[in-house]
T-cell receptor, first 112, second 115 residues
Framework: NAGVTQTPKFQVLKTGQSMTLQCAQDMNHEYMSWYRQDPGMGLRLIHYSVGAGITDQGEVPNGYNVSRSTTEDFPLRLLSAAPSQTSVYFC???????????FGQGTRLTVV | AQTVTQSQPEMSVQEAETVTLSCTYDTSESNYYLFWYKQPPSRQMILVIRQEAYKQQNATENRFSVNFQKAAKSFSLKISDSQLGDTAMYFCAFSFLQGAQKLVFGQGTRLTINP
């Protein structure tokens, strides 16, 4: 089992470009979430999903879109990248009955 | 809204010493989870220890233990016999029992173990 796989691991974008961060899981978990990590601020929730077809906003959703067409995949889209979106992004999953979240290895995104 | 506060941005101790990382939180819920996550330079988020709020007994995992004070909303992590491999960023986190997809994290404490 791969667990939670994020791609890419590193990315540099120019301001205004768009891109999609991929998150795939093979654990059949219902819950999936995206977090961003910034120095001195810990991890903050961007968007989350409680199942295929259901998504909702977290604490810092502006500038990001998500969709959940399958249980396995939860992509995060940046429609027009801004320098303020320079951060490390984590995808996490959680299955019902579990008592912990499982994280991907993170994506370091730099917007210049 | 739930909040988690880690008041120690950085800590440094000598190898084999004991170190305690502080965490306080705020919630009106009575049942929830609390976690400590370790993030080494590899960036991977590693679960260190978990506490269910409805359990009075403090959780322990080998050299790691917590002091959970529910009334004071305090959740500190004690690392005994610290090792060089414990050097990492440590995050305290809160989760509802229902709504586990919405973790709330503290700001983090960067811990350095010196030889």
């Amino acid at each position: 089992n791969a667990g939670v796989t994020q791609t890419p691991k590193f990315q540099v974008l120019k301001t205004g470009q768009s891109m999609t961060l991929q998150c795939a899981q093979d654990m059949n978990h219902e819950y999936m979430s995206w977090y961003r990590q910034d120095p001195g601020m810990g991890l903050r929730l961007i968007h989350y999903s409680v199942g295929a077809g259901i998504t909702d906003q977290g604490e810092v959703p502006n500038g990001y879109n998500v969709s959940r067409s399958t249980t396995e995949d939860f992509p995060l889209r940046l429609l027009s990248a801004a320098p303020s979106q320079t951060s490390v992004y984590f995808c996490a999953t959680w299955g019902s009955g579990d008592t912990e979240a499982f994280f991907g290895q993170g994506t370091r995104l730099t917007v210049v | 809204a739930q909040t988690v506060t880690q008041s120690q941005p950085e800590m440094s101790v000598q190898e084999a010493e004991t170190v305690t990382l502080s965490c306080t939180y705020d919630t009106s819920e009575s049942n929830y989870y609390l976690f400590w996550y370790k993030q080494p330079p590899s960036r991977q988020m590693i679960l260190v220890i978990r506490q269910e709020a409805y359990k009075q007994q403090n959780a322990t995992e080998n050299r790691f233990s917590v002091n959970f004070q529910k009334a004071a909303k305090s959740f500190s992590l004690k690392i005994s016999d610290s090792q060089l491999g414990d050097t990492a960023m440590y995050f305290c986190a809160f989760s509802f029992l229902q709504g586990a997809q919405k973790l709330v994290f503290g700001q983090g404490t960067r811990l350095t173990i010196n030889p």
